[in-house]
DNA sequence: GTATCCAATTTTGTAGACATTTTTAAATGC
DNA sequence: GCATTTAAAAATGTCTACAAAATTGGATAC
């Protein structure tokens, strides 16, 4: 109990902010593949990088975790943590349970009223016209199809899924993205079939058939995996690089 | 007990199972309904309640989150947490997206060599033997039914789901048990139904039939769901109680 | 009586310290 | 040279302190 408590300078962020920081940073770091699949993590070396300390890092790694950017060995608590690795079986885990938690989202998409459903159906075919347009005019480049892609697939989530559905999406999706920037370029050439398969999604939400454009988005998630499988044979799974 | 207790007090419980504790804790807490749905979470007071820091109770909020049983008003950080509401709508979005779940890994499961299959299925007739036993023998209790229904869906998921979909399903099962808890009394009623449902599930696996399995958990948990909902609409929905 | 602004309280976010466990490396014995 | 034990280092889990927000309640003006 001394008299004088030296207040050590905090630096200070804006406060609030760092969590948030964190998880973007880290985020990026690894779907980026700056932090390889198959790393293992250390709290206090992120912190220093990101210039925090480990409480926030720590609240970032958790989220992480929860989104499947990260493993843990063990279960709750006694953490040792590290980067998900890249595998094809995961890519194939990953796609369809995507295809079937947006095939749910679909199938109430498809349940609305007429007019909201052709209000979808043309914001959906205007993002699959883009992709058109960027197959035609070669060389085509990666960088504005994922975002395009993962609009149209967000537009059928945003109309249809209940909160529950549309956290879940949220979380699971953009996992794809790792994959994706892995294989962009090979995955660019079996565009055309993607766009085939986004017209038969449109098709069946004009249509109003709940199972058929289910079946839909199924099927186009499983063909992507499909594709992306083949890519990984040729190139190999990238545990690390 | 001591007498020269010079330590700066550190309780100390045993290091790293403060947050396992939390978490088990206050998922009690949640599930059994002490903490009623739509309730303000405070770290603080629930710190005070288990006798630990904010720390790990923090930590155990982040992972309850992640299963679903605490909401947060914003996104990553600002933690203005709530535990989840019980609402039909909410009930209806879970069951089918278990159901979902289940009918992928049950897909997987109908996969297996015959040899595995006809084990599993003789496990799973086992389970369901004991649920039309309790079903015979009135008054029926209500305590055993819920952990072997749990165990009869678990062991699909467990021989089928790969790790991905596996985590998945650890983490949105579970959530069940609160509604199962609400309105346990009455879904005895039906818990016939529902046995039967499980037998053609059982059928699908011994003949090694992917869709019908996949269909079948499906109806299952969406039967499940409309069965839930009938109680709830008679009853009404809990949000606090 | 109502609305608005300001102060006090509560609550969350972050930092840093410390204890314990785990890992790594070295040293010793055989 | 190999294995085992032991000491040092690193990493994680938890606690406490403090700062920044957010909320609440009251006082004042109208």
Known sequence: MS???????????????????????IRELIVHGRLSPGTWIVEG?????LGMSRTPVRGALHWLQREGYV???KNVSKSRMIVAPLTKEDANELYSIIGRIEGLA??????LPDEKRSEIAQQLRNYNRQLEEIVKARPAKAHGIFDLDHNFHRSIIESGAGPRLMAL???IEPQTERYWRLYASSIIHDLHRS????????EAISAGDADRVEKALQVNWENGAERLGHVIDVFGERGSW
């Open 45 to 49: 070396d992120l912190a220093a990088r």
């Open 71 to 73: 493993l843990e060995h």
């Open 195 to 202: 766009i085939a398969e986004h017209e038969e999604i449109i």
């Open 169 to 171: 999406h949220k979380a």
């Open 3 to 25: 008299a004088i408590k030296k207040t050590v300078s905090k630096p200070k962020a804006e406060h609030g902010t760092s969590l948030r920081t964190a998880f973007h940073e």
């Open 106 to 111: 679909g199938r109430r998409t498809a349940s």
